[in-house]
């Protein structure tokens, strides 16, 4: 089959053998574990994985494909695939009797965020994800602070994820090339979040304030929220930005609100 990647969907398909071989080297998977990718494509991942003996699931929107991939791999009893939008997909519901899914995929450029998130709503039964992303993205993800990269998406994933870079993927490594580099992120789900929070909703919600402005000071960016003299009792210091303030010390200003009074994302979907 000759498929011509679709503009709308976002479709670059990796196809660099060596790339291939550093991601399944990175994956260390075991046999019998329960795989989960997003976004397979015309299968450059598909096959090695199933040829490791998982019990793998793809989750594919492009309708062309999943009849080519339902054709390719019609022999393969590991291999389940389903035609369906993963922005909208249950993955919690492939989890059976407890188990923890593995899950990767090489992101549309264009709901990479919003996918992540949606997926942390099933973080409980999530062992571990990796993701080929943007590396302008993957970079804003694994910022410290005071990087120019740290932001909302570093503050927020963070909260719920171990993150780490792992390698650079070029463009010349897929099929029609993007117009910029991309690179493979590993986000391991905290077993137990790495700071104490009274609402998620309220963390965002202080997020964003403190963002939303870059040059502004707290002080000032999150002034309709807190005022100075609370931040100051926290033991932070107003006059420093958004790009400095560590996860640990938004967790303190979002622990401040009281939620009746916002008009907050109401779960992860609605975030960033």
Not at 123 to 130: A, Q, V
Not at 142 to 171: H, I, N, W
């Amino acid at each position: 089959m000759t498929h011509t990647p679709r503009k709308r969907f976002g479709q670059n398909f990796l196809h660099d053998h060596n790339i291939i071989n550093n991601i399944l080297s990175s994956l260390q998977a075991k046999p019998s574990e329960h795989w989960v990718e997003i976004g397979p494509g015309m299968g450059a991942l598909t096959k090695p994985l199933l040829d490791q003996g998982l019990n793998l699931e793809v989750v594919e929107l492009d309708r062309d494909l999943v009849t080519y991939l339902k054709d390719k791999f019609k022999d393969q009893p590991h291999l389940q695939i389903h035609s369906a939008d993963a922005l909208r997909f249950d993955f919690s519901a492939l989890a059976k009797d407890n188990e923890k899914l593995r899950v990767i995929g090489n992101l549309p450029y264009n709901i990479s965020t919003p996918l992540m998130f949606h997926l942390l709503n099933n973080s409980y039964c999530i062992e571990d994800m990796h993701f080929m992303l943007q590396k302008e993205v993957v970079d804003r993800i694994c910022a410290a602070p005071g990087s120019k990269k740290y932001g909302r998406l570093s503050v927020m994933m963070q909260y719920f994820c171990a993150t780490e870079l792992l390698f650079d993927v070029p463009p010349e490594s897929f099929d029609p090339a993007p117009k910029v580099m991309s690179a493979i992120v590993r986000l391991v789900p905290h077993e137990q979040p790495p700071v104490q929070i009274n609402s998620l909703k309220m963390l965002n919600r202080v997020v964003v304030s403190a963002f939303s402005q870059r040059r502004k000071t707290l002080r000032n960016a999150l002034k309709k929220i807190i005022d100075e003299e609370s931040i100051i009792a926290l033991g932070i210091d107003p006059t420093l930005r958004a790009e400095v303030i560590s996860l640990a010390d938004y967790a303190k200003l979002s622990n401040l609100l009281k939620e009746d009074d916002l008009n907050l994302a109401e779960d992860l979907d609605d975030l960033l």
